[in-house]
C-alpha cells in the first residue's frame, strides 16, 4: 500500500533482515554497518534518526511524530538502494493495547480500501485478510487477535470477503512488549549483506551487460567495488568513456562514491598486435588488463579482482583461456556470473537499471584490434612465448601512466601516478 496516503499517520518505517538474522556472535556488526548505510543516505533529514530493536531497523523523527509525505518519499527511494535489506514498511507506532490498536485499524484502513478499489477501477469486492505477529507471547494468541480485527473490518465495510492466501488488502499487526506496529504494506528489499561488510574489490567494467551485473551482485554481499575500464582513444570515441562513466554512476546509488580508473590501452595494443600471432591477441590483451588490475587493487587496497566472464560466451572466456588469463596474476578473480545465461544477465541488467545504458552501442578496446580468428584454446605455453616477445613490465609501466581515476560526479581527471606515489 502507498506511503503517499496521506490520512495515515505513519510515523515510523520498520526495516527487517533476513540474512544477518543468522549471524550469531558478529550479527551486531552487521547491523551496525546497515544501520551505517540508512544513515549516510538520510542524512539530508535533519530530525530523522535510525536505531535498532531485536530483529528491525527502525527510521523515525526524534520525537516520533508523523513523517511528512516529502520525508516518506526520500525514505521509499533511499530503502531501494540498501543492501541487507529483506524488507520495510511505513507502519503506525502504538501501543499493544488492543483498544488502541482497533482504534488505528478502524481510523486508517477505510483509506486503504477506497484506494484500492479506486486502482481496481471503483470495484467495489475486495480480498482482505489480517495478519498477526507476537513478540511478547504474554497476549492473548494471535489467531484471537486477527479475528477480532476482522471480524470489526467485515462489520463496518460491505464488499470484503477474507482471503487468507493471496488477498489484495493485507493487515498486519506486530506485537512487541511494550508498542505495537500497524501497517499495510512490505517493501521488497535488496537482500544480501550490508555495504561494508565485506573487504573492497576492483571490478574490470567493459560497458557491456555483464560487467556491471557482476558489480551488483558483489556488491549484495556486502562488498564495496571500485571500477576498471579501458578504452583505446583516439580509436575508439569519447563516447565509450562517457558510457562507462554513466554505468559507473548508476552503480555506485547502490553502494556510494567509489573510484574508476580508466586506461587508455593504446600503445599497449599496438605492441601486441605487432609483436604477438593474431589468433592470440586478446589473450594477451586480456593478461596485460588484468596484470595492471593487480597493481591497481594492490594500491588502491582492494582484495580482489571482478570481472562480467561467462563460460564459453565468447572466444576469451573458454575454460582453457579463463586458466590462460587467471595464470596472469596472483590475486583471486571472482566471477559472479560465471554459470549464468546472456537472456539471465541481461534480466538483471534491466532490473538494477543499467539495460538501457549498457544496450548503447560504442566500440570498446578489445573489439577494435579483435582478431579475426581468435583461439579458443590457446596452449599457455604457446601465450607466454608470445610474451617473451615484449617487455611486459614495459608494456605495464606504459598502462600504469596511462591510466586516471575519474570523479564520476564532476568528470575531474586525476592521473594515477598523482593519486599513487610511487
Request: glycine share 6%.
Amino acid at each position: 500500500m502507498s506511503y503517499s496516503l496521506e490520512n495515515i499517520p505513519y510515523n515510523l518505517v520498520i526495516c527487517r533482515y533476513s540474512e544477518i538474522a543468522l549471524k550469531k556472535k558478529n550479527r551486531w556488526m552487521f547491523e551496525q554497518f546497515l544501520i551505517g548505510r540508512i544513515s549516510s543516505l538520510l542524512g539530508q533529514i535533519k530530525k530523522i534518526k535510525v536505531t535498532k530493536i531485536r530483529g528491525r531497523v527502525l527510521i523515525h523523527y526524534y520525537d516520533w511524530s508523523e513523517l511528512s509525505l516529502e520525508d516518506r518519499k526520500t525514505i521509499c527511494d533511499a530503502l531501494k538502494y540498501v543492501f541487507g535489506l529483506d524488507s520495510f514498511s511505513f507502519v503506525i507506532k502504538t501501543s499493544p493495547d488492543m483498544n488502541e490498536m482497533s482504534k488505528f485499524v478502524m481510523s486508517t484502513i477505510g483509506y486503504v480500501i477506497e484506494e484500492l478499489r479506486n486502482q481496481a477501477g471503483k470495484r467495489k469486492e475486495l480480498s482482505f485478510r489480517v495478519r498477526v505477529k507476537r513478540i511478547d507471547k504474554s497476549l492473548c494468541p494471535k489467531r484471537d487477535i486477527e479475528i477480532l480485527l476482522a471480524e470489526q473490518i467485515l462489520t463496518k465495510y460491505e464488499g470484503l470477503k477474507v482471503d487468507l492466501i493471496d488477498a489484495e488488502l493485507s493487515l498486519y499487526c506486530e506485537i512487541h512488549e511494550d508498542v505495537a506496529f500497524i501497517f499495510y504494506n512490505m517493501e521488497k528489499g535488496q537482500k544480501g549483506l550490508p555495504s561494508g561488510s565485506n573487504p573492497p574489490v576492483l571490478a574490470l567494467l567493459s560497458g557491456g551487460f555483464d560487467s556491471p551485473v557482476a558489480a551488483y551482485m558483489m556488491m549484495r554481499r556486502g562488498v564495496f567495488v571500485d571500477f576498471l575500464s579501458f578504452h583505446s582513444y583516439p580509436f575508439t570515441p569519447k563516447t565509450t568513456e562517457e558510457k562507462v562513466i554513466k554505468i559507473v554512476k548508476h552503480l555506485n546509488k547502490y553502494q556510494g562514491a567509489r573510484r574508476l580508473f580508466l586506461c587508455n590501452l593504446l600503445e599497449v595494443q599496438k605492441e601486441v598486435c605487432a609483436k604477438t600471432f593474431e589468433t592470440f591477441r586478446t589473450i594477451h590483451y586480456r593478461r596485460l588488463m588484468f596484470k595492471l588490475a593487480e597493481k591497481i587493487a594492490i594500491k588502491n587496497g582492494n582484495k580482489a579482482l571482478v570481472t562480467g566472464e561467462s563460460v564459453g560466451q565468447v572466444a576469451s572466456q573458454t575454460i582453457t583461456n579463463l586458466a590462460n588469463i587467471d595464470n596472469a596474476t596472483e590475486m583471486l578473480i571472482l566471477r559472479p556470473v560465471i554459470g549464468m545465461d546472456k537472456e539471465s544477465t541481461m534480466d538483471i541488467a534491466r532490473k538494477l537499471g543499467t539495460f538501457e545504458l549498457s544496450a548503447v552501442q560504442v566500440p570498446d578496446s578489445c573489439t577494435v584490434f579483435s582478431p579475426s580468428n581468435p583461439s579458443t584454446g590457446a596452449p599457455l605455453a604457446r601465450i607466454l612465448i608470445g610474451e617473451n616477445r615484449m617487455n611486459i613490465e614495459a608494456l605495464l609501466d606504459i598502462a600504469w601512466k596511462s591510466t586516471v581515476a575519474v570523479d564520476v560526479e564532476t568528470g575531474i581527471e586525476t592521473p594515477i601516478t598523482e593519486l599513487f606515489q610511487e
